[in-house]
């Protein structure tokens, strides 16, 4: 969370110096993600689903795919939009109401990642040019918080988008037309996949958990695709990363996001 | 919510419902007692197709401070929709009818609660809605009471809560989501079956007065099978599973 109590201070100096002697507060390595359990189409009444728990951390996503109005400069492309909220039951601190800059900043992020990886084709996603298009909607819940949002909320939307069903419209009467029962799925051409690294003193880690969050002076969230290109890039927190550091980190993040995709997709056929 | 059919049979002479129910027999409910690692209470429950996730917190320090009362605690309650629980996507602002269901659930789970011996704090009750098929409220308020208890918030009792209603000219228990929208009422019912007080009582719909007596009555009865799956929830929390 944004605030950082006393015992995260003394967690901190504990974090610090276990890091010093080459171990993390949980015993993974530096470059180890935490369990990732995944439970595809968890909301069967959504058009795609899946619920993510990355070590502690919780993440339900629902995709709802509906016809919609293009953009007035994008009529032949059809609509992809990821958000992301953190529930007042994840943790104790958040409150209701308008979005903090942090959360909003996560439902960026993660949309940004999916969308610049051009995971979803949306040009396939058109009813009628310039009049109607198809909306794909793919919103994260957080329900239980331990640091990472980003990856959690990443995998928990690209499984449910990777399981989505489409329904078919055509265009009639100048309007969209629901064709009963023909379900396809979305037109994916490649699987992105985040890996947020964290900088606790002057060492990098893998997915951070809610204590190693809370110590880092800096992070960075990259997100790769199938190919194993970078695809969006997010630096975050107060202090910098050397050069030498954010090449390592994009090399680090091809490595591990190659590990967690086949995670991704061994989801994805679960359900099929 | 859609999904309406207008050739469907809501009861057929054998007296089965659209759903394969009959008339007195409630959705498949499932309870599990806490779940969710951060708060002080929690509970999920699956009723029929309703999936619904509570959160408690509390007592604790009220933000704004101007809220608190130094007679007593008080019990806040926010009812929430996902955008993917219905048909078409819900914005994810509050709506005017989620900010009624969470007062009359407040207001439903307040005598239930021993908020008077935390004077100066707030129990936050967080519901959030994962997938919503009518009955929402009821569903709600049942996981809402598991969860206070979870807490380990001192309670009179628990509130069990589920919908009667009529349909096709005949007083059921538990309205599923079509019966909502086609059916001819819908009484959504919370009582606590050791204090026997109804705190919660809502209709839509037109009923005799003899009907009214009839639908009261079938609901506190299925308020009391709700109450064996909470109070069996809690169990297998804190006692284990029978045959563990």
């Given amino acids: 969370m944004a605030s950082k109590t006393v015992l995260d201070e003394l967690k901190r100096t504990q974090i610090l110096e276990l890091l010093e002697q080459g171990k993390r507060i949980d015993g993974r390595a530096f470059d180890e993600v935490r369990e990732l359990v995944i439970e595809a189409n968890a909301i069967p009444k959504a058009n795609g689903s899946a619920r993510v728990r990355l070590g502690d951390t919780e993440v339900i996503c629902g995709v709802k795919i509906q016809p919609d109005r293009p953009f007035p400069d994008t009529g032949d492309r059809g609509l992809f939009i ?39 084709d949306v040009s396939e996603l058109v009813i009628k040019k310039d009049k109607s298009v198809i909306g794909v909607f793919a919103d994260n819940v ?8 980003f990856d959690a909320c990443s995998y928990a939307a690209t499984v449910a988008l990777l399981t989505s069903k489409t329904p078919t419209w055509n265009w009639v009467d100048e309007k969209p037309a629901l064709v009963e029962g023909d379900l396809t799925p979305l037109p994916v051409s490649t699987i992105p996949v985040s890996v947020t690294m964290a900088k606790i003193g002057n060492h990098i880690v893998v997915d951070p958990n809610g204590d190693e969050w809370a110590s880092m002076s800096a992070r960075v969230t990259i997100t790769t695709d199938s190919d194993g ?22 090399e680090t993040s091809i490595r591990v996001g190659k590990q967690i995709r086949e995670k991704l997709k061994a989801a994805q056929e679960g359900v099929q | 919510m859609g999904g309406r059919d207008a050739t469907m049979v809501l009861l057929d002479e054998n007296g089965i419902r659209c759903d394969g129910r009959k008339i007195d ?104 809605v994962l997938q919503a098929d009518g009955g929402t409220r009821c569903a709600a308020l049942s996981a809402a009471s598991v969860a206070l208890a979870d807490a380990g918030i001192p309670m009179r009792d628990m509130v069990a809560a589920i919908a009667s209603g009529k349909v096709a000219d005949t007083i059921i228990l538990d309205v599923n989501n079509e019966e909502d929208q086609a059916g001819q009422a819908d009484m959504p019912v919370g009582y606590m079956p050791n204090l026997k007080k109804i705190t919660l009582l809502q209709l839509d719909g037109v009923l005799t007065s003899e009907e009214y007596k009839k639908c009261v009555t079938v609901g506190v009865e299925g308020c009391k099978l709700v109450y064996e799956i909470q109070k069996q929830a809690l169990n297998d929390k804190y006692f284990g599973k029978k045959g563990d």
Avoid: W
Wanted: charged content about 25%.
């Fill in chain 1, 142 to 149: 957080v329900v239980d918080y331990d640091g990472n949002l």
């Fill in chain 1, 229 to 250: 290109n970078i695809c969006a890039l997010q630096k975050g927190g107060s202090d910098g990363f050397t050069l030498d550091e954010m090449v390592q980190c994009g």
């Fill in chain 2, 25 to 128: 027999e409630p959705r498949r409910i499932m309870i599990r007692a806490g779940g969710l690692k951060n708060a002080d209470g929690s509970a999920y429950i699956e009723f029929g197709d309703n999936k619904i996730l509570v959160g408690v917190f509390g007592p604790r320090d009220v933000h704004p401070k101007h809220m608190s009362n130094t007679d007593t605690g008080i019990l806040r309650v926010r009812y929430h929709m996902e955008p993917f629980s219905v048909g078409e996507r819900k914005n994810p602002a509050p709506s005017r009818r989620e900010i009624e269901i969470s007062k009359v659930i407040k207001e439903a789970l307040e005598p239930a609660v021993m908020l008077e011996k935390f004077p100066r704090t707030a129990v936050d009750v967080f519901i959030e």
């Fill in chain 1, 82 to 120: 990821c958000t992301a909220e953190l529930l007042p039951l994840s943790h104790p601190t958040v409150e209701t109401g308008p979005p903090q800059p942090h959360v909003i900043e996560l439902a960026r992020v993660v949309d940004r990642g999916i969308r610049e990886s051009h995971m979803i």
